[in-house]
Each structure stands twice: as C-alpha cells, then as structure tokens.
C-alpha cells in the first residue's frame, strides 16, 4: 500500500535510462513513485524553489509539469550529478558565475531533503572517490593492493617503470564514464610503454596513476548494494584492446557472466564499504591465474547495468529494496 512519503527522488541525467528505468519500475511494484531529475537539464528547463521561514522549510521543484514536495520524499538515489548546463549564447563573463551559483543552488536544495534516506550520502560518496583513500581502506579491510604511484614527476614515474619491469598501467584519479555508453570523454587504462615514460614532461600539467599490470584470470565487476553482493566476470584476454581495460572489447568479445565471491572476499567489501560509508558501489577486482582478489578501485556511482543484462543479477530489485529500507533476508550473492 502506498504511503504519503513514498515518493524516491532519481538524481541523473538526460542520456541515462538503462538502468534508471528498471530502478523505477522496481519502484513502482513497490508502491512508490520515483521522481526522475536530471541535473544536466538544470537551471534551463528544471525550476527549483527553495523558501526558508520560521516554521520550517518549503522547497518546490518543477520538471515538464511535474512536481514533487520534499516532505513526500522517502529516498534518494544518486545514480549521478552532472555540471549545470548554461545557455550557450550567454555571455562568458557570466557563464562561470552561473555555473557555480546553479551548482550551490542545487547542492542547497538537495539539503532539503536531508530527511530522506540516501543511496549515497553526497559528501561520504564524493568522500570516497578518492583513490588513494581507497586502496588504504581496501589494505586495511585485507585486500591485497596493486603496487601504486600516483606523481605528476617524471623522475618518479621512470624510477617506478623500472621497478616493475616495465609492466605499468596508467589511470585517471577520478571517474569520467557517464552511462553504458562508451563517452567521448572516457579516459581508459591504458598500458604505459618505454616511449611514455621517456617523453612524460607532461605530466607536470596533470598527476596520473600509475599501477603494476597484474596477470589476470579475469576481471570482476560487483555491484555492492546494502550489505549484498552481486558478481560477475569478464574475460576480455581475446580481445587486443581489451586485455588491459575490459571496456576497450568489442560487446561481441567482452560478456558477463554471474560469478561467486568467497565469503571472505564478501566480508572485506563489507568492511570496505562501511568504512567508506557506502551503501553502494561498482566495485572492480582482479582474479589473478592463482585464485587471489585484488581490489582495483571502487565507484560509488558506477554502472551495473550490464550485469543484469548480460548475467540477469537482480541488481535495480536489490536498489529499489534499499532505497525502501526493506532489506531482503538471507539474499543470494
């Protein structure tokens, strides 16, 4: 039976429908309404209000005739935030300054709705896309971590190269991918060669990462929803491309399948992500050809939605669950 505060807020953006589209109709058979807003399409089509009096709050968003009162809101998932988009014919001078005014509106009227329960707390998330904090967590959880070096010195990155033998891999430090899609800002690990390491003077424009190159069995995805665990492997080691970065494969050559993760692999995610403070994340391992986890990194607002198309993981009924505080019992992995 529907409640009154049963309404479940969707922070995303226009491309994104896979998976926001099984989350809310996994909230729908639930009773509840998910409310999508798209935070690319603010401030130039989305209204929103925010009027602050004695007596309490009262905020107001409006999006193609439809509305919401934040007092009606149980939940809120943050599938994704994007930079506010500003007219293109505005002036330029103005453009930063609306920018960063749409930015703090947002992020104010998001407070509003501090009441809610979140999937995930923003700051804890934004938190927790540090890499560097990760892979600390991740080695204090008991997870073995790859031989890292994140430096925008030349020098260091030679000195590195060479202790590893040459088999180094480069990274950003944050997150570019937006949907299923392959984006054209996506920015994919890649293999590091001798040749980059002599001609690295660029790095003094922007630090990287820098990991050993891991032999892998294959590559796990795990989309860690409340405490349950769901899995799934790829082996991209057929594909050119995709022996490094699984995303680089063609569809034809990279398939997920479900997989199982040892229980003491599941309780040191769960001691990961409670010290991260995540209800949710995409989380990357490697399974290395002697049976060992290595733990790669974790996105607090990564895709998953492969994995319930390719393995059928039930992954958006385990979300909406959440989002609904109505923890399954005795979930599978």
Request: hydrophobic share 45%.
């Amino acid at each position: 039976m529907t409640q009154n505060r049963d309404v479940v807020v969707i922070l995303t953006h226009a491309a994104d429908h896979f998976t926001v589209d099984r989350v809310a109709d996994a909230l729908a058979r639930r009773g509840a309404r998910a409310f999508r807003l798209d935070t690319d399409r603010f401030p130039i089509e989305i209204r929103l209000s925010a009027r602050l009096e004695r007596g309490g709050p009262r905020h107001l968003v409006w999006d193609r005739d439809a509305s919401f009162d934040p007092s009606e809101v149980r939940a809120v998932w943050t599938r994704h935030i994007f930079e506010p988009r500003i007219a293109d014919d505005l002036d330029p001078e103005f453009r930063d300054a609306c920018a960063k005014e749409s930015t703090a509106a947002l992020h104010g009227f998001l407070d509003g709705l501090h009441h809610a329960r979140w999937i995930n707390d923003l700051a804890r998330a934004r938190e927790a896309e540090n890499k560097l904090l990760q892979l600390r967590v991740a080695d204090g959880a008991g997870f073995r971590i790859p031989k890292t070096l994140v430096t925008n010195d030349p020098r260091q990155l030679r000195d590195f190269f060479a202790e590893m033998r040459g088999s180094v891999v480069a990274k950003m430090l944050t997150p570019l991918s937006v949907s299923m899609g392959k984006p054209s800002r996506f920015v994919y690990t890649s293999e590091v060669r001798a040749e980059d390491v002599a001609d690295a003077d660029s790095l003094c424009h922007c630090p990287m990462v820098f990991q050993e190159r891991l032999a892998k069995q294959s590559e796990l995805r795990i989309a860690f929803v409340d405490g349950r665990v769901f899995a799934a492997s790829v082996d991209a080691s057929a594909s050119l491309e995709g022996q490094v970065d699984w995303r680089r494969a063609s569809p034809e050559e990279c398939c997920f399948r479900a997989a199982d993760v040892p229980d003491v692999v599941s309780a040191k995610l769960v001691s990961l992500m409670k010290t991260l403070g995540l209800l949710f994340g995409a989380i990357d391992l490697i399974l290395t050809p002697e049976g060992e986890h290595v733990f790669l990194e974790v996105n607090p607002f990564g895709e998953w939605g492969m994995l319930e198309r390719d393995a059928a993981l039930p992954i958006s009924d385990a979300i909406a669950e959440a989002l609904l505080d109505r923890k399954q019992r005795g979930g599978a992995k």
